[in-house]
């Protein structure tokens, strides 16, 4: 398996445009998550799913962000509008159950 | 309140030597324990795990660590630090008493000095 991708790595965006970002989990995997890393928060749990359903949204921001996870290969986390303070690292992780998750190799969002 | 504690945001050790990193969790019952690293640009990669059983697991690079009920610690430990082995550690819970979200610590940033 090639692990969690996510797609794309890089993106810059000017303020108020929409963002979309990509994940595929591992096949088999039944949690998907997605986090957000910045160096003044730290990892931050934005949303969680088990079996494509939606399980803790807690974390997400504002009504800005909205993730979907419409089957078991694919999520999608999307703002919009962006805003400059938005700019963080996005990771998807994905596990079987309560093991250890894998991640992927993030997507860095600048907003400016 | 449930939470997972590394006490300390960074450590420098020469290469070499002896390393330990820290971690406290507070928890009604313990919890599935992890520990992570990550190197820069890149994501989280597991290095071990402790669900039940024998309190000292190995990990992959060498790491290992050790849980103590006691002191609701999970250090990590690896005998001989190698440069290479300079990265953020996050230590991490998974509650087993429903919910099953992963709660990450702060981390600690590990810098290795020749």
């Known amino acids: 398996d090639a692990g969690v991708i996510q797609s794309p790595r890089h993106e810059v965006t000017e303020m108020g445009q929409e963002v979309t970002l990509r994940c595929k989990p591992i096949?088999?995997?039944?949690?998907l998550f997605w986090y957000r890393q910045t160096m003044m928060r730290g990892l931050e749990l934005l949303i969680y799913f088990n079996n494509n359903v939606p399980i803790d949204d807690s974390g997400m921001p504002e009504d800005r962000f909205s993730a979907k996870m419409p089957n078991a290969s694919f999520s999608t986390l999307k703002i919009q509008p962006s805003e400059p303070r938005d700019s963080a690292v996005y990771f998807c992780a994905s596990r079987i159950g309560s093991q250890g998750a894998f991640f992927g190799q993030g997507t860095r969002l600048t907003v400016v | 309140a449930q939470s997972v504690t590394q006490p300390d945001i960074h450590i420098t050790v020469s290469e070499g030597a002896s390393l330990e990193l820290r971690c406290n969790y507070s928890y009604g019952a313990t919890p599935y324990l992890f520990w992570y690293v990550q190197s820069p640009g890149q994501g989280l990669q597991l290095l071990l795990k402790?669900?039940?059983?024998?309190?000292l697991v190995q990990g992959i690079k060498g790491f290992e660590a050790e849980f103590k009920r006691s002191q609701s610690s999970f250090n990590l430990r690896k005998p001989s630090v190698h440069w290479s082995d300079a990265a953020e550690y996050f230590c991490a819970v998974v509650p087993n008493t429903g919910g099953f979200k992963t709660i990450f610590g702060a981390g600690t940033r590990l810098f290795v000095k020749a």
């Open positions: 402790y669900f039940s059983g024998d309190t």
């Open positions: 096949s088999g995997h039944d949690y």
